[in-house]
T-cell receptor, first 115, second 113 residues
Framework: SAVISQKPSRDICQRGTSLTIQCQVD?????MFWYRQQPGQSLTLIAT?????????ESGFVIDKFPISRPNLTFSTLTVSNMSPEDSSIYLC????????????FGPGTRLTVL | KNQVEQSPQSLIILEGKNCTLQCNYTVSPFSNLRWYKQDTGRGPVSLTIMTFSENTKSNGRYTATLDADTKQSSLHITASQLSDSASYIC????????????FGAGTRLFVKA
């Protein structure tokens, strides 16, 4: 298993500003993922972040809006840039472990409200 | 198109009662199916994970079943407790040479005293 922590747990931000969310894992993992969960919705994958390579973004998400860093095997950051109220969501960090990374563990999430 | 559909969308039951949540999927090729519990304001927590060859798996009062032929899964909760109130998400992974995970929309369960 993997224990994941995120900072901040929640924040209220003004439109046009940026917020960086940190994700820390208690063990070394190759595959990390960032998800967004809008109110009442299920999770949507933003990007896959593997250590040592550029993040891979899903359709509808771009690096300029959601830059990701993955400096080592236990840490990653997601920045939500130039925020608008539509960015209000829960942002979740996740790691893949096990054979073919089939098992996924999730962080507690960061609840972002943009005014 | 790879999809995961869950039913019902929401469910209200009395404490102590049993309930069953459904998950149908069209994901192919299939790698595994997982059920997660997500409390309000928290990240999802894994309940069960099943591969193609497994047709039932239990975790305490939670029992998941999988019929890979009909591409259906269910999550049965026995003797529900107030703390079972949460969203239950069915997740199917496809091993298409990469790692693709498809999430269901979830079933919102409310357990009342």
């Amino acid at each position: 298993s993997a224990v994941i922590s995120q900072k901040p747990s929640r924040d209220i931000c003004q439109r046009g500003t940026s917020l960086t969310i940190q994700c820390q894992v208690d063990s070394q993992v190759t595959m990390m993922f960032w998800y967004r969960q809008q109110p009442g919705q299920s999770l949507t994958l933003i990007a896959t972040a593997n250590q040592g390579s550029e993040a891979t973004y899903e359709s509808g998400f771009v690096i300029d809006k959601f830059p990701i860093s993955r400096p080592n095997l236990t840490f990653s950051t997601l920045t939500v840039s130039n925020m608008s109220p539509e960015d209000s969501s829960i942002y979740l960090c996740s790691v893949g472990v096990g054979a073919s990374y089939n098992e996924q563990f999730f962080g507690p999430g960061t609840r972002l409200t943009v005014l | 198109k790879n999809q995961v559909e869950q039913s019902p969308q929401s469910l209200i039951i009395l404490e102590g009662k049993n309930c069953t949540l459904q998950c149908n999927y069209t994901v192919s090729p299939f790698s595994n199916l997982r059920w997660y519990k997500q409390d309000t304001g928290r990240g999802p927590v894994s309940l069960t994970i099943m591969t193609f060859s497994e047709n039932t798996k239990s975790n305490g009062r939670y029992t998941a079943t999988l019929d890979a032929d009909t591409k259906q899964s269910s999550l049965h909760i026995t003797a529900s407790q107030l703390s079972d109130s949460a969203s239950y998400i069915c997740v199917v992974t496809s091993n298409t040479g990469g790692f693709k995970t498809i999430f269901g929309a979830g079933t919102r369960l409310f357990v009342k005293a």
